[in-house]
């Protein structure tokens, strides 16, 4: 895909120990003092300070919300009323769209993720409502630093559930309009790979005290 760049994260989501981080491009810290300064936000780690919009990835959270509070079930799907799902329609005045522009009808809510569709999603969203919906965003810990024993993490940008328009719980139903960082995504997956039960990222697995003594470091 040519991109300017990516981060890999690997956890253990029954701890919240982070295996595995990395991002690129990257920097020589032996040789830090020859990156140009027009270049030094390469210093950042983009794993905890970048934001950007997730898109689909963000699927699987607003959909864990609607089953978590009996709005829809894994095989529910529109009724003969509601109409199948287009390829697209149009919210607030704004075009909304699927990703390879086709239909997909009638499918499950299983299907609309497997299909990453963007106007079932709609569906799914409207089913919840801006309160719930926002309600688990936050839960699962969006808008809010995760607490990871690294510097310089950042928060994302959620926005106020109660000022959502009708479009902004359409577009950050798959991803857009809301702002993420990709611990935050990591730990969100993490909660739902652990059974609902959220862990703290971390990266220090232990302390060794100068008398040779170590302590585990608890995740919360």
């Not at 898109?55 to 003969?80: L, W």
């Not at 969100?188 to 703290?200: D, E, L, P």
Request: hydrophobic residues 35%.
């Amino acid at each position: 895909y040519a991109a300017d760049g990516g981060t890999i994260v690997i956890a253990d989501p029954k701890t919240g120990a982070i295996l595995a981080m990395a991002s690129a491009p990257n920097y020589d810290p032996n040789k830090f003092n020859e990156v140009k300064k027009e270049d030094q936000s390469i210093f950042l780690n983009p794993a905890t300070s970048s934001n950007w919009e997730p898109g689909s990835i963000f699927k699987p959270v607003v959909v864990s919300a609607a089953i978590s509070t009996d709005k829809v079930e894994p095989d529910s799907k529109p009724s003969e009323e509601e109409g199948g799902f287009s390829n697209m329609i149009i919210v607030d005045g704004y075009e909304i769209r699927n990703a390879l522009d086709k239909p997909y009808g009638y499918e499950t809510v299983t299907e609309i993720l497997e299909n990453s569709d963007n106007i079932g999603m709609v569906w799914v969203a409207n089913k919840i409502g801006n309160e719930v919906m926002g309600n688990f965003i936050k839960k699962y810990g969006f808008g809010e630093k995760t607490g990871i024993d690294l510097a310089g993490e950042a928060a994302g940008q959620v926005g106020t559930p109660k000022k959502w328009r009708d479009v902004n719980r359409a577009t950050i139903s798959f991803g857009q309009g809301i702002s993420t960082t990709p611990i935050q995504m990591v730990t969100a997956f993490s909660v739902i790979a652990n059974k609902g039960k959220m862990m703290k990222p971390h990266v220090v697995g232990k302390i060794v005290e100068p008398d040779g003594q170590a302590k585990d470091v608890e995740s919360t």
